[in-house]
């Protein structure tokens, strides 16, 4: 079955951390490109993070840069997200996607439904 698995979401208090981990089952994830979306209820589903195949190449939406940090392990087939002074603005449920095709940037711009995509796991934010 091929499928992305999402885990390491949950509540932690402004300023906090959370590491978000995916895991690729079914494919191999060093053969695409990797993101992390996010939605909040009532707003558009947001490309937080994205690298590239051989993650020489990163983006970041402006408003997670110098704080959220995103890395990929192709030979454990995982991908992270490092999420450090977490602000209330972040809560929102977290997926992440896999591309063929795309680069970092296109993928994480683009509004699309991408080939995989992982259940999401919530992150709140909240004292």
């Known amino acids: 079955q091929l499928q992305l698995v999402e885990s390491g979401g949950g509540l932690v208090q402004p300023g906090g951390s959370l590491r978000l981990s995916c895991t690729a089952s079914g494919f191999t994830l060093g053969y695409y490109t990797m993101g992390w979306f996010r939605q909040a209820p009532g707003k558009e589903r947001e490309g937080v993070s994205c690298i590239g195949i051989t993650d020489d190449y990163t983006y970041y939406t402006n408003s997670v840069k110098g704080r959220f940090t995103i890395a990929r392990d192709n030979a454990d087939n995982t991908m992270s997200l490092q999420m450090n002074s977490l602000e209330p603005e972040d809560t929102a449920v977290y997926y992440c996607?896999?591309?063929?095709?795309?680069?970092?940037?296109?993928?994480?711009?683009?509004?699309?439904?991408?080939?995989?995509w992982g259940q999401g796991t919530q992150v709140t934010v909240s004292s």
């Open positions: 996607a896999a591309d063929p095709v795309l680069t970092a940037q296109e993928m994480c711009t683009m509004n699309r439904e991408f080939p995989f």
